[in-house]
């Protein structure tokens, strides 16, 4: 009977975890949000420019034709770069220190592959 008493408390201490969590994570993406432009270079200073770095990894090799010099391969590209305007000070959200946010909602880099 005791352990029962003991499972139900920690039940309602991790729910209690997990809602003040929800709060903390929805009020950060709120206010992370308000004003945000996402066709707005994130820079802080005019005529300056983004930093992103690219990590080309090769996933596999589709087709290599030795005598016409061709290779068909499949790539994925990791990007990586800073929008200072989607930080924050974990100590005014509960602790948080990450959050997932859609990719559409956010700016990110022109990109083309040349050389197709």
């Not at 022109?110 to 050389?115: A, E």
Request: proline share 4%; glycine share 6%.
């Amino acid at each position: 009977m005791f352990l029962k008493g003991s499972l139900t408390c920690i039940g309602i201490l991790y729910i209690q975890f997990v809602t003040a969590q929800y709060q903390d994570i929805s009020h950060l993406l709120d206010d992370l949000q308000k004003g945000y432009r996402k066709h707005v270079l994130p820079t802080r200073k005019t005529n300056s420019y983004v930093a992103v770095k690219v990590y080309p990894a090769i996933v596999r090799i589709d087709d290599l034709d030795a005598h016409k010099e061709e290779l068909s391969s499949t790539i994925s590209l990791s990007l990586y770069w800073t929008d200072d305007r989607l930080a924050w000070n974990p100590k005014d959200y509960g602790g948080v220190r990450e959050v997932y946010m859609p990719v559409s909602g956010i700016w990110t880099p022109d990109i083309s592959v040349y050389n197709t």
